[in-house]
């Protein structure tokens, strides 16, 4: 199973700030899932990224999809107390294996007002 | 509301107990998956059932069963419970279980073991 790295792992910010968390692996994924988690509940699924090298943009959030498919970073601008939550990476692992998704252990963000 | 529903939310036992969480997943989807979240380890994977199937397996202890019944709803259940076993359980499903395709996660159940 490849794993997944994910950094900082606890994250806490001033409301209108800017930041950037991680998500990298020594190996290569067919696509990256990005989910947050609020507390009390299941993750939510906010992104998918797919071609090496790939920006995808979600109002304040930017996601990016190294060029080499091994990483991933989300960055958030300006965050609201709204953004926090346990943001989880997940790789897809190349087609072929049957295997679902695996899981980075998350960033813990806590925006403060 | 993802449309995945667990049962119970929260449950309390004793170690060396029994407990079963149910999961119905969402309206026609036909894959479901089981996974861990303690924090410690983040979210692991235990299971995945495809219309009734097995698919795929994870870090599933021996003591841990599950299976996906004719109706598509899911049962994890836990056995000879040990402390350690403390953590959140999460269903989820997918239409497909084709990897890659969107999986839908529910609340998860709490499970306690004191």
């Known amino acids: 199973t490849q794993l997944l790295e994910q950094s900082p792992q606890f994250l806490s910010i001033q409301e209108g700030e800017n930041l950037t968390v991680y998500c990298n692996s020594s190996s290569v994924f067919s696509s990256l899932q990005w989910y947050r988690q609020e507390p009390g509940e299941g993750p939510v699924l906010l992104v998918t990224v797919v071609t090496g090298g790939e920006v995808k943009k979600l109002k304040r959030l930017t996601f990016q999809f190294g060029d080499a498919r091994k990483d991933s970073s989300l960055h958030i601008t300006a965050a609201q107390p709204g953004d926090t939550g346990l943001y989880l990476c997940?790789?897809?692992?190349?087609?072929?294996?049957?295997?679902?998704?695996?899981f980075g252990k998350g960033t813990r963000l806590s925006v403060i007002a | 509301d993802s449309g995945v529903t667990q049962t119970p939310k929260h449950l309390i036992t004793a170690t060396g107990q029994r407990v079963t969480l149910r999961c119905s997943p969402r309206?026609?989807?036909?894959?479901v998956y089981w996974y861990q979240q303690s924090l410690d380890q983040g979210l692991q994977f235990l299971i995945q059932?495809?219309?009734?199937?097995?698919?795929a397996k994870g870090n599933i202890l021996e003591r841990f069963s599950a299976q996906q019944f004719p109706d598509l709803h899911s049962e994890l259940n836990l056995s000879s419970l040990e402390l350690g076993d403390s953590a959140l359980y999460f269903c989820a499903s997918s239409a497909t279980g084709r990897p890659g395709n969107t999986i839908y996660f529910g609340e998860g159940s709490w499970l306690t073991v004191v």
């Open positions: 997940a790789g897809v692992e190349p087609s072929g294996r049957n295997t679902p998704l695996v």
């Open positions: 309206s026609g989807d036909l894959s």
């Open positions: 059932y495809y219309n009734g199937e097995e698919r």
